[in-house]
């Protein structure tokens, strides 16, 4: 074997009209000695966030065994296919969301605020807000050195952050999980147009008539770039040009969903409260092009760190599609009746259905030696369990994905009642290569989440 310095650029690029698309690892990225050593190139980790709003019905979340063997519950079973690579977490709390003496009745915004910082928030319905950093920005500031997007924020409801959206809470505490500094939070894309541009460039004008014809002019980003395309696919491999193929297709398909969804803006929409913007009428496949979107930046490292909003507490969304016509929040004060309890479930399994998709996306896209799943942190949950009580304890969460090789799944652990959820953020983020010494109220750090 002759051993040549010639690989391509990890960050390479293709540009034109204003576009532009950074590659997903190739092999022709990784330089030849590491090939001869047999040797991949080394593990890039990842962290994504789900959040789900408004708890969980816990008696059909909470698998019944421990341990390995455990059988899943009805709300996770859409998650079987990635039963190895899931760890099912339960006895977490969030004491920072619990309202002290003499505050306001906003459980929902409490909530939102504590979720990812392990702060109490300060009550407030103003702009004098203050909670603290949440866990994705602690970890953008590290990972997001090598990258052009530190983090990616995306959701699925509305973006907000003046008003009052909960007694004595700002909308900045429903709103958005993500907080740069304790008085700066970060608003969520909900519009799959912008989270794409965002991602792939667009033109320079923000006029939205410039940018129209722009799209006009040429419709697809990747006939803009078709030129480099062409260049790169004859510098490759076999396996890469494959690898580059499916790639490019998959940006294009999302392109196309985007483009469909415009064309469909001025029908008559259901009437329910959706984020602004052109999106599918379908609140699944609307769901499904942001996750798509996800894969996308996550493959070509435009960022290492995503979260991502399925919903806001206090959502007041329908899924008619479900057979449940009723508005999430007032139906997750359930008052215990069996009806709505599974409806909740129903709405629940949807979710996890979710999940399951971005995680099957994930297990499904190459990456090094692996797929990205395989590299990725993520963690799925709720800032509160019972929703009837607004209760921030014993929380359901899941932690799935490979870590990098740092993270064993396939288990159901049970933590003793009190155990902080900052730990397990603590843990998580030591384990990604971004060292912290306390979040919030964490305690210490988890050692059986890589069994070892």
């Known amino acids: 074997m002759i051993i040549t310095k010639k690989a391509l650029p990890r960050r390479t690029v293709l540009r034109g009209l204003g576009a532009t698309i950074a590659l997903p690892l190739l092999d022709g990225m990784v330089p030849a000695y590491a090939a001869l050593r047999n040797t991949a ?55 920072p969301a619990v309202a002290l003496p003499g505050e306001p009745a906003g459980g929902h915004g409490r909530i939102g605020a504590a979720f990812l910082t392990g702060v109490h928030a300060k009550p407030t319905e103003g702009v004098d807000f203050r909670a603290g950093v949440s866990i994705d920005q602690i970890a953008g500031a590290e990972l997001g ?48 147009r912008a989270v794409f541009e965002r991602l792939f460039g667009d033109s320079d004008s923000t006029d939205p008539a410039v940018r129209a014809a722009r799209r006009h002019r040429n419709r697809s980003l990747l006939d803009s770039v078709q030129a480099g395309v062409n260049d790169q696919r004859r510098a490759l491999g076999g396996r890469d040009r494959a690898r580059l193929t499916e790639y490019l297709e998959a940006i294009r398909d999302v392109e196309r969903r985007i483009q469909t969804a415009e064309a469909q803006r001025d029908r008559e929409l259901p009437t329910f409260e959706r984020p602004a913007g052109s999106i599918p009428e379908s609140f699944e496949e609307y769901a499904k092009i942001m996750i798509d979107l996800q894969v996308l930046a996550f493959e070509s490292d435009m960022t290492r760190v995503i979260t991502f909003m399925i919903g806001k507490e206090l959502s007041s969304r329908t899924f008619p599609e479900l057979g449940v016509p009723d508005q999430h929040h007032p139906l997750s004060h359930h008052q215990n009746n069996p009806e709505k309890l599974e409806k909740l479930t129903r709405v629940q399994v949807f979710h996890a259905g979710l999940l399951a998709y971005y995680l099957e996306r994930l297990r499904s896209t190459p990456d090094g030696d692996g797929s990205l799943l395989d590299q990725m942190t993520l963690i799925y949950g709720s800032g509160m369990s019972n929703s009837n009580l607004h209760i921030p304890l014993g929380l359901p969460i899941l932690v799935a994905g490979g870590g990098a090789g740092t993270l064993k799944g396939g288990r159901h652990i049970r933590y003793p009642d009190g155990t902080p959820l900052a730990n397990l953020y603590q843990t998580l983020l030591n384990k990604l290569g971004v060292p912290v010494e306390r979040i919030g109220d964490s305690t210490g750090t988890f050692r059986e989440l890589s069994d070892v």
Do not use: K
């Open 41 to 95: 190139a080394r593990p890039t980790p990842r962290l994504g966030i789900v959040y789900v709003p408004m708890g969980a019905v816990m008696d059909n979340w909470t698998p019944t065994t421990e341990g390995t063997g455990f059988a899943l519950s009805p709300i996770l079973q859409p998650l079987a296919p990635m039963r190895d690579q899931l760890l099912v977490l339960t006895g977490l709390d969030n004491q």
């Open 145 to 192: 050195r090598e990258t052009q997007l530190a983090s990616l924020e995306v959701g699925l409801e509305t973006t907000e952050l003046a008003g009052a959206c909960d007694v004595g809470y700002s909308c900045a505490y429903v709103n958005t999980l993500c907080w740069r500094s304790p008085t700066t939070p970060l608003p969520m894309e909900n519009n799959p």
